[in-house]
């Protein structure tokens, strides 16, 4: 760890790039890879080209978001990496709900990579196809990087199934995280998103990003420590860390709609493995990718 506070081995800001992910994508398969070590983090005050999840672009104004890609080397079996977009969920989540403590909201994560905001009371928030009464207010990318085998010896790689030795023999993620906190309605790109100021808090302001990004931080550490003690497997001992994530889960319990890359599919959903486990007549299938909306359930 860094001296001082800081959660981030390094940190980095620019005032503009098209990509943060894009960038650490290109500095991690090239010379300067070694400069970018586990937990180091870039920050742009603006982007011109972010992306989302399933290349979705992520769309801010020029200020009042929070953008940040942190490079993160988990020392956990890669068979367990794709617990990380919930487990990285959790953290800003954990992160952002001071905000909203004594307002009329609860911060929960949305099915794969979404924290979001739910009313209370829905009856004081208006309904969005598909969404209901809650508000995206943060996302999270997280991007295995596929490095040069010769970088690596064969000697030196574990099994997909192993826990690595060392820092340098795990896989190494980019994780991209982006919080909308002061923009006004009129800056958010669709009626289902929202910011910490559009739910009531107004003290978070753009100037509040830093310190925000230093909580995330500081909560990602947390969460991965606990990650990496039962080696990825987030249901092992008593299974505290899996029932944190599901806790916080919006989605379980719900009957959904998930558009994913073979065609859509509905269910309840019941359980992540991390896949969503959806329930239907049929029995239960497993979907491991894919843009979940709300069923509405005629009365």
Do not use: C, Y
């Amino acid at each position: 760890m860094s001296s001082g506070s800081s959660p981030f081995e390094r940190l980095v800001t620019v005032p503009v790039t098209g990509s943060t992910q894009d960038d650490l994508r290109d500095a991690l398969t090239g010379p300067e890879a070694s400069s970018w070590p586990h937990l180091s983090a870039l920050r742009a005050l603006r982007q011109t080209a972010g992306r989302g999840r399933s290349g979705h672009s992520w769309i801010t104004p020029d200020d009042g978001a929070l953008l940040v890609s942190v490079v993160l080397r988990p020392l956990v079996p890669a068979e367990r990496l794709a617990w990380l977009p919930l487990l990285a969920g959790l953290a800003v989540r954990d992160a952002l709900a001071p905000f909203l403590e004594d307002l009329e909201w609860r911060l929960g994560t949305k099915w794969p990579n979404d924290v979001v905001a739910e009313p209370k009371d829905s009856s004081t928030v208006d309904a969005v196809p598909g969404w209901a009464g809650s508000r995206k207010i943060a996302g999270v990318l997280s991007e295995l990087i596929t490095q040069d085998p010769s970088e690596t010896p064969a000697a030196r790689r574990p099994a997909s199934e192993e826990v690595p030795a060392s820092r340098d023999q795990a896989p190494v993620v980019v994780l991209g995280i982006g919080v909308n906190i002061a923009q006004e309605a009129d800056d958010l790109p669709v009626a289902w998103a929202g910011s910490l100021r559009t739910l009531g808090a107004f003290d978070a302001d753009a100037d509040a990003a830093e310190a925000i990004l230093e909580v995330i931080g500081h909560q990602l550490v947390r969460r991965l420590e606990q990650w990496e003690a039962v080696d990825g497997d987030v249901d092992a001992g008593e299974g505290v860390l899996g029932g944190e994530l599901r806790a916080a889960l919006t989605t379980l319990g719900q009957r959904v709609s998930v558009q994913a890359p073979g065609g859509e599919l509905d269910g309840l959903a019941v359980d992540v493995t991390p896949a969503l486990v959806l329930r239907d007549q049929g029995g239960d299938i497993e979907v491991r990718a894919g843009d979940v909306t709300l069923v509405r359930v005629e009365e």
